[in-house]
């Protein structure tokens, strides 16, 4: 499953600890909205399997690019200043 769906919606964000019990050391909830890059693609192509897909989570006013290189659980928050470069546009 892709990391984004299209439009904002409200995300929970988890950090855990190491296992084996994975305890779970924070929560927090912001926003989520499709990166500009993803949001374009898809508006070409008009699939939700793309990959690399990028979101941007926003957590008390902070702002952090969530990478997802291919369908798995595991997300990557992005330096690329590329990537950063178009958000600060918007």
Same mark, same amino acid.
Do not use: C, W
């Given at each position: 499953?892709?990391?984004?769906?299209?439009?904002?919606?409200?995300?929970?964000?988890?950090?855990?600890? *190491?296992?084996?019990?994975?305890?779970?050391?924070?929560?927090?909830?912001?926003?989520?909205?499709?990166?500009?890059? +993803? @949001?374009? $693609?898809?508006?070409?192509?008009?699939?939700?399997?793309?990959? *690399?897909?990028?979101?941007?989570?926003?957590?008390?006013?902070?702002?952090?690019?969530?990478?997802?290189?291919?369908? +798995? @659980?595991? $997300?990557?928050?992005?330096?690329?200043?590329?990537?950063?470069?178009?958000?600060?546009?918007?």
């Amino acid at each position: 499953m892709p990391l984004f769906f299209f439009g904002i919606i409200t995300s929970e964000l988890f950090s855990r600890g *190491p296992g084996p019990e994975y305890r779970q050391l924070d929560k927090k909830i912001g926003m989520n909205r499709p990166h500009p890059t +993803s @949001d374009r $693609l898809y508006q070409e192509k008009r699939t939700h399997e793309m990959y *690399p897909n990028y979101a941007i989570n926003t957590v008390n006013g902070i702002q952090e690019i969530f990478g997802q290189r291919e369908p +798995s @659980d595991i $997300l990557y928050i992005s330096d690329d200043p590329e990537l950063k470069k178009a958000i600060e546009k918007n």
